[in-house]
Each structure stands twice: as C-alpha cells, then as structure tokens.
C-alpha cells in the first residue's frame, strides 16, 4: 500500500500533558496591510507591530496553528471562513491560533523516502500552497531539512493507521519544537 498525497497542514490531534485535545484557541490579529493568504493549519508567527501572518519555512518562533478566521470584508459584512484570503479592504481581522505548545498534530510528510529514523528527529514546516476550495494548508514535513539540527517540529512517531506507513507521504505525530512560547533545542 502506498500513501496518497493529500497535504493539510497541521493538524490537532491530542495534547502531551493530558492526552485529549480540547480545542481551545486563542485570538490573534492580522494587519489590514498583510495580503498573504493564511490556510487552516498553517503555522503563524507574530510580526514586528504585534500581529501574526503566515510562519515560513525554518523560522524559529511559530506562535501556533491557524484553524479558523473572521474579519469585515471590503462592504461592511462580517466574514467567517476556514482560511484568510488576504482580501484587500478588509479591516478587523481575526484568526483563531491553536497557541499551547504541548497540543500534538498530525502532519504529513513531502514525497521523499521516510523512514524510522525520523522518529525524534527535526525537520522544517514547509507551508506549501493552501486550498481556495477547502481552505486547508498545503503545508507539509520538508525531508531536506530532517535531522539538520533543531527544527521547527520534532517529531515523535507514524501515526498509528493501517493505512499508514513509511515511505512517501508518510503521516506523523509532532509538536511545535522552536514554539515562541517555548524552544526545545537537540536533534
């Protein structure tokens, strides 16, 4: 069985401490100025003047996970919607962070070979390209960046489902390793 390609970004799936994720997020502003599109389990980062907007590949302060936005559209009317679309004129905008840096989550990894040796090892978020139609991130495990060091996501093992396994596209369990809120460092 091979595993299908179908990047979603990240994805909550339980907490480390207590072992259920409750779904508890916290709300973060995006500038009216910020145009870039920000998917539903894209990693944000926080901006100089106090905002987020999409984390890129190897930044080291991820704030969280983005699962939901809200804001007032260019006519005045509220907008609720699974990813932000940078709409230009839009004003009071809202995007929904998963920001406790103990909430595990799936992802799945790039088409490189994985294997084993990514348990307990590193690697980058690649944000990859979002869905318009489902709202969902492309983003995705970067292999070029695994076991380089620390990393943005550490990873803890396969996601237990039969219709998983090593190899492309492979799904894991991991947590925000370089998280603003705390920085786990070692490979």
Known sequence: MANTQAHFGLRPIRHLTSGKYDGHTNEYTISASDTTAIYN???????????????????????????????????GELVWQKYWTGETGASNIIVHVIDDPNVIFEIQADGSAWDATAKNANADFDPGTGSATTGLSGGHLDFASLATGTAQLRILRLVQDQENEYGAYAKFEVFINEHAYRITAGT
């Open 41 to 75: 389990g894209d990693l944000v980062m926080a901006t100089a003047d106090g905002d987020v907007t999409r984390a890129t590949k190897g930044v080291t302060d991820a704030v969280g996970v983005a699962v939901g936005f809200e804001w007032t559209n260019s006519a």
